[in-house]
């Protein structure tokens, strides 16, 4: 199980900027749908073969703060999360508006509802 530190919406920034004054290097980003109107976003950073995860839960249609002016690289994963799951992200550095990956006829995002059971033994 993924071990992560809850993360507030007004703190994603500061603590981007944190990680980034520290020495963290930011891995990657995910996200997944939780819920018929929420969604996870999760920053994994590493530093030193250490990775710590960030977890954000928030509901459908809030508009997350971008990392991409403290970690550049993050506006590719903000774009592809934008396309994937309708996640709109504010400040971005290069926001493609939906269409990093997405065909311009496409109007659905391909959301990603994923279930976990318990497997019996």
């Not at 073969?49 to 839960?57: A, G, N, P």
């Not at 309708?86 to 509802?113: H, N, Q, T, W």
Request: proline share 4%; charged share 25%.
């Amino acid at each position: 199980m993924l071990e992560t530190i809850p993360l507030t919406l007004d703190a994603v920034r500061d603590v981007a900027k944190e990680c980034f004054d520290d020495g963290w290097r930011l891995v990657t980003m995910s996200s997944v749908q939780v819920g018929d109107d929420s969604f996870d976003v999760l920053y994994h950073y590493d530093k030193d073969l250490v990775m710590k995860h960030y977890r954000l839960s928030i509901p459908k249609d809030t508009v997350v703060p971008s990392i991409s002016p403290v970690y550049f690289c993050a506006l590719l994963i903000e774009n592809e999360i934008r396309d994937q799951f309708g996640i709109c992200f504010s400040d971005i550095v290069l926001d493609f508006g939906g269409a990093l990956y997405l065909e311009e006829e496409v109007r659905a995002m391909p959301f990603c509802k994923v279930s976990v059971a318990q497997k019996q033994s």
